[in-house]
């Protein structure tokens, strides 16, 4: 047998692998994912001062990447960094490694004035219905709000509910409006019993894998930072909770990504 057969291919759908805390073992750390058959890493956009470098370590690495607004980093002057997601976004419309919108979301825990947050949410919702890309939403403690936004909002692509975390319900939710789930470390914690409920029971058509690196390690883990290596293991529970075998997990996890955002 060829050796391709027994290589996994693995996506991390979300990782902000522009951070700072990459600078110094980038090139490494994209080698010993290669090695483990993770193939590549979507980096999803935060705000315009941080698009350049997100755009540089994106082409260097031949990326697929999106451009948003996560609802930490909007500053007073929101309308400024709304315009210039625009024009960002025209420039490059037709690029291919150009392929959601996003992170964009809501945030009650840690987000700015809620009020200028659904503005913003709402601007990037407009801008990837009127691109007919999908979004890539950071939700905390405001899922009611968001379904709502999206019910009226009716992205035919969806897009993807990134780390989520909460109950089976709210999860069906997001399925029947054409979302998916992006699942990562939370779902390696022992104590994640809702989360694992909610993957025991949804379909597997509606999962994404991501680790959101270098935040939201699993607790276990020895290094501070999380990377994409944890992959295999996010795959390996979902197989065990799904009873399902990791090839084929791996295998669907694959196409889900990459039907979702067109790679
Ligand atoms: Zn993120």
Redesign the pocket.
């Known amino acids: 047998m060829s050796k391709s057969v027994h290589c996994p291919k693995i996506i991390d759908s979300?990782a902000?692998i522009d951070f700072p805390e990459f600078d110094d073992d980038r090139a490494e750390l994209f080698k010993a994912m290669r090695a483990m058959g993770i193939n590549t890493a979507l980096i999803?956009g935060?705000s315009p001062s941080h698009w350049e470098n997100q755009l540089h370590i994106a082409a260097q690495y031949s990326c697929p990447y999106a451009l948003g607004i996560?609802p930490w980093f909007f500053s007073d002057n929101y309308s400024a960094e709304l315009s210039e997601l625009d024009k960002a976004v025209n420039q490059r419309s037709q690029e291919p490694k150009f392929v959601a919108i996003g992170?964009c979301g809501l945030d009650k825990l840690r987000g700015g004035d809620w009020e200028i947050q659904l503005k913003v949410l709402e601007h990037q919702l407009t801008l990837a219905k009127s691109l007919n890309l999908p979004v890539i939403l950071?939700v905390v403690k405001a899922h009611s709000e968001l379904i709502a936004l999206l019910k009226a909002v009716k992205l035919a692509r969806g897009g993807v509910i990134?780390?989520f975390y909460g109950s089976l319900e709210v999860a069906q939710e997001y399925v029947k409006l054409g979302y998916k789930l992006g699942i990562g470390g939370l779902i390696l914690n022992k104590d994640a019993k809702k989360l694992k409920a909610c993957v025991t029971n949804i379909s597997l058509n509606s999962l994404i894998i991501e680790t959101?690196s270098p935040?939201m390690g699993p607790k276990h883990l020895a290094e501070k930072r999380n990377t994409p290596l944890i992959l295999p293991s996010i795959i390996e529970e979902i197989a065990k909770l799904q009873k399902k075998s990791s090839v084929l997990v791996s295998e669907r996890m694959f196409e889900n990504v990459t039907q979702l955002f067109d790679l």
Request: aromatic share 0%; no cysteine.
């Open positions: 979300h902000h999803p935060v996560h992170e950071h990134h780390g959101d935040a």
